[in-house]
């Protein structure tokens, strides 16, 4: 699957839609999936979900389907979730703390492995069995752990300086949950995660009604 | 506006990002913002975004770009937040808590007006400002405060019992955080949050690094 090249964002993007929705059926008990099915559940023309998947390589069958099974430890291996990466969450709020507990996330691989906040009454306690440690150790934790992916769900305004942080102490990947632009060096990869999009999906529709 | 037919799921979704990456421009002062700057902020291309809002008017002046004040307002009355619809959270855990925390929703124009569970400890407590409330109410209060979308934060297990409410009481939408497949009618707006695609996306980024 390397050297592909000219894969939209878009496409990108639709990828984890198409792995939620691949290991919900395979919850169902469904073996085969078509595109038509695929594109019903999630609102995608079966032209755009079957242009995607080839973009990548030679998935399904003509005329049957796509084997959900294969598909879904395809379109994983695509979006490289058997690399198990080692994440941290970076202030322990009620946010940082839901995202703690996400059950979500150890599905599809990703490990814990600490928790990081500046608040003297938060350090020392510990949520889903991992510690929370002073954020002035990132550094060192970071490296000795092996951490790929540092998560931000701090107030906006201390944001920054935890990004800057998590570049310094040589993460792969920031997750960022605070509704501020981040600078941060173009090498370095952030998804900036906005609640409030959902939502709007939803005005969108329900003032359609 | 109304009467427009035939956009595509995937233009609809792109809606609250460009209202998003206009929010940030405005913030930072821009004035008027080119379609290929918008593209480059969202990693769309311009000619995607030209199409995408012109399905649904005119908007912008060619060779100049587009008004961000004006195109903020125009995208926020298509996807309906001058509704300033009433929002309730169901499930004050760490995750509840959080989103009845969430700033981003009051910018929106979205009215936090009701939070519920079923923990005699949570009920008559109080979140930003709003009490915690007994879910055997749910349907009374509702009515009472014109509720239009509930926010479900309970764990998977109750989650569609939760919804059953949410629809019985009268909710125009739901917007559903619990990691399974609900079972609402046809003609209930649900939106599923997953918040592990945004970390998915990141590990497809990092894994080609």
Chains 1, 2 share one sequence.
Do not use: C
């Amino acid at each position: 699957m390397k050297g592909q090249v000219n894969i939209s964002k878009a496409t990108i993007d639709r990828l984890p839609l198409y792995f939620r929705t691949l290991r919900l059926a395979q919850d169902e008990g469904i073996d085969i999936i078509s595109s038509d099915e695929l594109g019903r559940r999630l609102g995608i023309t079966p032209e755009q979900i079957r242009k995607d998947l080839a973009s990548f390589g030679q998935f399904g069958k003509k005329g049957v389907g796509y084997y959900v099974n294969e598909l879904k430890r395809n379109v994983g291996e695509i979006l490289g979730l058997n690399n198990h990466w080692n994440i941290a969450v970076v202030g322990i709020g009620h946010l940082g703390a839901a995202l703690a507990n996400y059950q979500n996330f150890v599905t599809l691989g990703f490990n814990l492995v600490a928790l990081f906040d500046q608040d003297p009454n938060v350090i020392g306690t510990t949520v889903n069995h991992v510690k929370v440690e002073d954020i002035r150790d990132m550094k060192k934790i970071v490296k000795e752990r092996n951490i790929h992916i540092g998560i931000i769900a701090v107030p906006a305004a201390f944001a920054q300086g935890v990004a800057d942080k998590l570049v310094d102490a040589g993460v792969k990947g920031i997750w960022n949950f605070a509704p501020i632009k981040m600078e941060v060096p173009e090498t370095m990869h952030i998804v900036n995660e906005d609640l409030s999009i959902g939502l709007s999906s939803l005005s969108y529709h329900i003032t359609r009604k």
